[in-house]
């Protein structure tokens, strides 16, 4: 399709370039601490380089406008545009009261294994994956425990054979779901033969579900919970309208507990630290997002299709020495760079200071990291195009 045809075709506009300098925001402005470079195009932290939907700028405006920005609630309305979201995109249904609230998806990691483990405990991962796992196991006396995910010919599987292994001696598994980094969307029939694993070793499982809107087709998400009423009993799901729709800095986060002892648990911990309150223009967002985001959502994943055919198509005419891991869920690319034989720091240092190229490195995943970067293409064409040149 032309862009002109696109453009007359779809209500938004994904083209649009956005200055995000100066705003405080870690992508753009933390580039000199965290690259040695104030040059690099940042393509590493996992937000997007897109308008925050209108209809939430619009919502939250409104709120806004009242002079007072007291104390507030989640309202019945908050908790039902969950409820319908999730019914309508997954087909899963939920109860109201299954739903509590985090200040986003990894203080929730750090909850659940205060709420449901203690130190000591065994806590099975799968690398390479999101290393925020990695620091709350650790920050919280928990031994972790890796069930390695296998590269076969590109694409990731799960070595169910080693984590029935692990999973003898553990007391949960963190399922990262769709998995973040190599955009795998794991299927109806992987997820159950983990669960059906974790379930014979009584292994609880927290599904962090944070990227379940973002799928390529002809991908499906299957919530972990929604498997069967005898999973949904043992998982802790992680979501978030953040990554959506842009949002994480309003920290807002649902974590969806069925069973009402491992709910209230969750909650004890949570209150601890008196941070249920969270914040209004937080739900305020939400709650927009989940109410009028299905459009919007639709022509996202189908911009962010195109920017992967574009940077697919480049690779292998351009870059045959690399190799780009099939995408069918998120907007994170994962790129092996190993054929090239340069040791990661090398990847690192020329990928900063000679093609100015703000990655996320491989290695900071875990094992099976090395050799990797993980490359963020929710950003206009326009700078995917620069991407590659500079490439």
């Not at 109201?96 to 806590?123: C, H, M, S, Y």
């Not at 990262?176 to 997820?191: A, D, F, I, V, Y």
């Amino acid at each position: 399709m032309s862009r002109l045809l696109r453009l007359l075709t779809t209500m938004y506009n994904f083209d649009k370039i956005i200055s995000r300098e100066n705003t405080a925001n870690v992508k753009y402005d933390m580039r000199q601490s965290y690259f040695g470079s104030q040059e690099v195009l940042p393509m590493w932290v996992a937000d997007m380089d897109f308008e925050t939907p209108p209809f939430i700028t619009e919502a939250v405006r409104k709120r806004a406008a009242h002079p007072v920005y007291g104390y507030s609630f989640r309202t019945d309305q908050y908790f039902q545009s969950i409820t319908s979201w999730l019914q309508r995109r997954f087909n899963w249904k939920i109860e109201r009261e299954w739903i509590l609230f985090t200040p986003g998806v990894v203080p929730a990691f750090n909850f659940a294994l205060q709420a449901f483990t203690k130190p000591g405990d065994r806590i099975i991962v799968q690398p390479p994956v999101y290393f925020p796992f990695f620091n709350a196991i650790r920050n919280n006396g928990r031994v972790q425990v890796e069930n390695q995910l296998l590269n076969k010919d590109g694409s990731y599987v799960i070595d169910f054979e080693d984590l029935k292994e692990k999973a003898r001696d553990a007391s949960m598994l963190f399922l990262c779901s769709p998995h973040n980094p190599t955009g795998r969307c794991w299927t109806r029939k992987e997820l159950t033969e983990l669960c059906n694993i974790c379930l014979e070793n009584d292994v609880l499982i927290l599904s962090d579900e944070i990227h379940a809107d973002l799928i390529l087709p002809p991908f499906s998400h299957h919530p972990t919970a929604a498997l069967s009423d005898e999973i949904a009993e043992k998982t802790i799901t992680c979501i978030a309208p953040s990554k959506t729709f842009n949002i994480a800095g309003l920290a807002t986060s649902s974590v969806i507990i069925r069973d009402q002892e491992l709910r209230e648990k969750f909650e004890q911990a949570v209150e601890k630290v008196h941070v249920a309150g969270g914040n209004l223009f937080g739900a305020v967002a939400s709650q927009a997002g989940y109410e009028h985001g299905d459009q919007w959502l639709d022509e996202l994943m189908e911009y962010i299709q195109g920017n992967y055919d574009l940077l697919k198509a480049a690779i292998e005419i351009e870059f045959p020495q690399l190799r780009l891991t099939p995408l069918e869920a998120t907007y994170l690319c994962w790129i092996d760079f190993s054929r090239t034989g340069l040791p990661d720091d090398e990847i690192r240092e020329r990928l900063i200071h000679k093609s100015e190229l703000g990655f996320a490195h491989g290695p900071i995943f875990g094992n099976g990291g090395e050799g990797f970067q993980r490359m963020n293409i929710a950003a206009p064409r326009v700078v995917i195009e620069e991407s590659m040149e500079r490439l």
